[in-house]
């Protein structure tokens, strides 16, 4: 019985790894071979878009733009499908809109929701030379829109992440209103004057039931210096998924750019995607803690490809991609 015994506590001394009283074993985070996010790809995505123009709807420059992203997820082996309806903007403008929805590995039901807004603003409204004309958007549009795009080209060229993907491009975010204007009375199916193409999405899904396990919106993700703190909403609906994102980018070595401080509630796509569709999304979206969110760039001429920074790109892009590889 002696000799039994001893053998028993060396067992269970081995199974505990030899661990001093009072201490527990906490398992390793199994390591997960991750692609590597490509930043001058998507700087040249978003380079593709400025080079049509302010993409406004109802404008040659916004179809035209339109075209090229449905053509290039596609050709990265998406199945790609159109949304188009139509809206009315707060100065009676009827446009026509389109939002583009890209799933990868629409076999997987357990999926991730990535957005983007692809339209630009009509207008500079916060530009003190020139408001009356429409902005470029490399940051405002088309950041978002150029690290999902190089995301989806990753995708497209590696073996699959664990869940599937979906990349929705929502169209009509940025027509909104005149900066500090009244808002007027609302047309009885819109709920805002901004982010017309979540709205529209949320409530007309594009396939019935439609649940991802949680998404991420990126918004202004490709400024020179630009850093993300903890977007309120993001934050009260979802905080274990603002973890998630924000650890992860602390792992990989972002830390200087997803800052552990929450700011306030902005009104952006993920708000119509949790409160009409009933999903969980953040927003991973640039503040500046010298003007607030955005950048004194918003809404102006200085939104242009002089501000984008392969750097701030890279950030974003890897910890998104990472995140989906984690999952």
């Not at 590995?105 to 030379?129: G, M, N, V």
Request: net charge negative.
């Amino acid at each position: 019985m002696k000799s039994n015994y001893w053998w028993l506590l060396v067992l269970l001394f081995a199974a505990c790894g030899g661990e001093k009283s009072g201490e527990v074993a906490v398992a390793e985070e199994k390591v997960v071979a991750v692609p590597d996010f490509i930043a001058d790809s998507a700087y040249n995505f978003i380079q593709n878009q400025v080079d049509f123009g302010p993409r406004v709807p109802n404008t040659e420059a916004h179809r035209l733009t339109g075209d090229y992203l449905f053509n290039t997820l596609e050709s990265y082996g998406a199945k790609v499908q159109d949304q188009r309806f139509q809206a009315l903007t707060f100065d009676g403008v009827k446009v026509d809109l389109r939002n583009i929805i890209a799933s990868f590995y629409p076999d997987k039901a357990k999926r991730i929701l990535l957005a983007a807004h692809w339209d630009t603003r009509p207008f500079a409204d916060k530009d003190e030379e020139d408001p009356n004309t429409p902005i470029a958007g490399a940051n405002d549009g088309g950041s978002g829109v150029g690290v999902l795009l190089e995301i989806a080209r990753v995708l497209d060229a590696n073996p699959p992440p664990s869940v599937g993907v979906d990349i929705i491009f929502f169209d009509g975010e940025d027509w909104g209103t005149w900066n500090g204007e009244a808002d007027p009375p609302l047309p009885a199916n819109q709920t805002d004057w901004w982010c017309l193409g979540s709205q529209h999405w949320a409530k007309n899904k594009h396939i019935n039931g439609y649940t991802p396990y949680y998404g991420i919106l990126l918004d202004m993700v490709g400024a020179r210096g630009s850093q993300f703190h903890k977007e309120g909403l993001s934050q009260k609906i979802a905080p274990k998924i603002v973890k998630k994102v924000w650890d992860r980018a602390a792992k990989i070595g972002y830390g200087d750019y997803f800052i552990h401080q929450e700011q306030a509630a902005i009104t952006d796509d993920h708000q119509f995607v949790y409160s009409l569709g009933n999903i969980l999304m953040i927003d991973i979206v640039h503040y500046d803690p010298q003007v607030g969110y955005f950048g004194d760039y918003h809404h102006t001429h200085k939104d242009n490809m002089e501000i984008i920074d392969t750097n701030t790109l890279k950030a974003v892009g890897q910890t998104v991609l990472t995140v989906l590889f984690y999952e």
